[in-house]
């Protein structure tokens, strides 16, 4: 039983190889008659295990032995010669997640509804997926193997999940025991092969606050420049995670949070010349506290983390509020409609909608949304579902609705709560647009005309 549970676990049987899903027409794929289905087992006599593999093996080679199986089964080898920066013209299945063996007390999987998607409870944890997407792994089960092709493919920056560098208490959080809570040999292998490392630590009330928040940004910053920066994000409950360890952030604490933290960062500004340790947006948005200002980001390293999101928007709205006073909307006073968001972004959403209605006789309403799916204290706009959006349909005014575009899949027009968007759209009986700000500006260009 216990050897099963810390073993890394699969997702996904995986096959030999990784798979071709899109041959270009007339591309060097296509002029070697590869198909879709096909799958690339080797690349110089080395195995080719996701298309990660097949980019460092390929890299700046001119002349290669690629071997293929077909999906008839049949086995082919490939001599191909071609340009240093000639494109493949093919791409590759997504990568399969590689998944955690820990017990978190937060973990998100544990606060899903039983019937959510079942994508909803995958526990990945892949040191892939954090190169490529700014995942955060725990390194609990990394194998020596993966430790090797970080190093290897110079697959960095990695971000890694800390939460706390007492090992009593960071194995606590993981549900682990102490001795493969400890790190500390990998952290030092990564580092020193000169692995850039973002990490993060999801802040629980009682459990790794005070003296071991303190401890554990000050063990980090002892590590800076190799480890580039932390990320503090509150701990987040829905209605399903109800256990009795945990206790709610509230914004008397993200009060005391923002108040000791921001002590600690001007020392760490004094000190390293960076703010390097950086508290999510929720914090400062929960606490009723204006975020920081845009030096207080520096380059946004903790961006993928949604930290410095609301500093950025601000100010990427304020340039549209310029562009447009440069070159106004047509006819401005067409634009009537509703955007609907979460219920902590909508205040600040709210400012900034006022200053467009004001200066341009635009008639656009923010309407908060509540998470009725997740319940709790889940308020970001990103974990908002078809139902909740439904919820709200009595609030809509004007003739469009507008909804925060990463509800959706990356890939398809579902949300969370398996709603299709003309599903939705039916629902409302008007247009309606997904967008974020770089597609709102063209959308008020559209709406104007
Ligand atoms: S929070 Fe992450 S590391 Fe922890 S159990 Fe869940 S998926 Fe695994």
Request: hydrophobic residues 35%; aromatic residues 8%.
């Amino acid at each position: 039983m216990y050897e099963f549970a810390v073993a890394p676990a699969i997702t996904n049987l995986r096959r030999r190889g990784a798979e071709i899903t899109e041959v270009t027409p007339n591309g060097l794929g296509a002029e070697l008659e590869l198909e879709p289905g096909d799958r690339i087992t080797r690349v110089n006599g080395r195995p080719v295990r996701d298309y990660l593999d097949f980019r460092f093996q390929t890299a700046g080679e001119t002349e290669l032995v690629v071997e293929v199986r077909k999906t008839t089964g049949e086995d082919w080898e490939l001599q191909i010669e071609r340009a240093e920066d000639e494109d493949f013209g093919f791409s590759f299945e997504q990568i399969v997640p590689r998944q955690c063996a820990n017990e978190c007390l937060f973990c998100f999987c544990k606060g899903n509804p039983a019937d959510a998607r079942p994508s909803l409870f995958v526990r990945d944890e892949d040191i892939r997926l954090s190169f490529l997407y700014g995942n955060y792994t725990t390194l609990t089960s990394i194998t020596d193997d993966e430790m090797a092709r970080i190093i290897e493919q110079r697959l960095s920056p990695q971000y890694v999940s800390i939460h706390a560098t007492d090992l009593d208490v960071r194995a606590k959080l993981l549900g682990i025991e102490k001795r493969r809570a400890d790190i500390s040999g990998q952290m030092s292998r990564l580092l020193d092969a000169g692995i850039e490392i973002h990490a993060q630590i999801v802040l629980c009330p009682k459990i790794n606050d005070g003296e071991i928040l303190r401890r554990t940004i000050a063990d980090l910053a002892a590590d800076y420049p190799r480890v580039t920066s932390v990320a503090i994000v509150p701990l987040g409950l829905t209605r399903y995670n109800t256990d009795s360890r945990l206790t709610p952030v509230t914004p008397e604490f993200c009060r005391e949070t923002i108040s000791e933290v921001t002590k600690i960062q001007k020392q760490l500004r004094q000190q390293l010349g960076t703010t390097f340790a950086f508290l999510g947006d929720e914090i400062y948005l929960r606490a009723g506290r204006p975020v920081p200002r845009r030096e207080h980001y520096g380059n946004y390293p903790q961006i993928e983390d949604g930290i410095g999101m609301v500093r950025s928007f601000e100010n990427e709205f304020n340039q549209l509020l310029h562009r447009l006073e440069r070159r106004p909307l047509k006819e401005a006073q067409k634009i009537f409609g509703t955007i609907l968001t979460g219920t902590l972004f909508a205040r600040e959403l709210r400012k900034m909608i006022d200053k467009l209605n004001s200066r341009f006789g635009t008639q656009i309403h923010v309407v908060p949304v509540e998470n009725r799916y997740f319940g709790g204290d889940v308020s970001v706009a990103g974990l908002l579902t078809g139902g909740d959006f439904v919820a709200e349909r009595d609030h809509v005014r004007g003739n469009f609705v507008v909804i925060p575009k990463h509800t959706l899949k990356s890939d398809e027009e579902i949300m969370l709560d398996g709603m299709s968007l003309p599903a939705l759209q039916k629902e409302f009986g008007l247009p309606l647009y997904p967008a974020d700000l770089n597609s709102f500006s063209g959308l008020l260009s559209r709406l104007s005309q």
